[in-house]
């Protein structure tokens, strides 16, 4: 299932992170949407993941495709950060990153702006790998009885990725040691 869409009129702003060092949590983060199953139909997780340290530090899941979700993985993330000085926020082209109110949060907390070429699922590399560990790994792949249902596996998966699971990337440290140590 597709999960963005780019045809739409919103600005669409450069890669800025193609040749970029990443050397510290929270100065680039990778966000994405992935869609959960559920008896009636799918639901939306929107993650956003710091790409230094592998740390989910945002994420809502939605009955739609609507912005709304995004917005709230956003501010989660934001929120839960010491310091956001020099982040770049990186994502796709979908129409939810592009849109006026998401980029202008963005602005306002002086958030630079990188998004994929077009087509190119590769430049966001690590926020599809995310989407595929929960799914693979802790079960976000199966047909969920409802909404709720799916939010409180979704949060027990989320939790469970940061706080246990040792990443080889991370020299088998989990990402939550990383991000801690480091922010």
Not at 84 to 103: A, F, K, M, P
Not at 108 to 135: F, Q
Request: positive net charge.
């Amino acid at each position: 299932m597709k999960t963005t869409n780019s045809h739409h009129r919103f600005y669409k702003y450069n890669n800025s992170i193609k040749a970029l060092e990443i050397t510290r949590p929270n100065q680039v983060w990778a966000s994405d949407i992935t869609y959960i199953r559920t008896v009636k139909g799918f639901c939306y997780l929107a993650l956003i993941t710091d790409m230094y340290s592998r740390k989910i530090v945002g994420y809502d899941l939605s009955d739609s495709l609507e912005l709304k979700g995004c917005v709230r993985a956003l501010n989660k993330a934001i929120y839960q950060a010491k310091s956001i000085e020099g982040l770049i926020h990186h994502s796709d082209r979908g129409i939810q990153y592009c849109s006026n109110v998401y980029t202008n949060i963005l602005k306002r907390k002086k958030i630079d702006i990188s998004m994929t070429e077009e087509n190119h699922c590769y430049e966001n590399a690590m926020a599809e790998r995310v989407n595929g560990i929960l799914k693979d790994e802790f079960f976000l792949d199966q047909t969920f009885a409802n909404v709720e249902h799916a939010k409180a596996v979704a949060k027990n998966a989320i939790n469970l990725y940061n706080e246990i699971r040792l990443h080889l990337s991370l020299d088998f440290k989990t990402p939550n040691m990383v991000y801690k140590l480091t922010a």
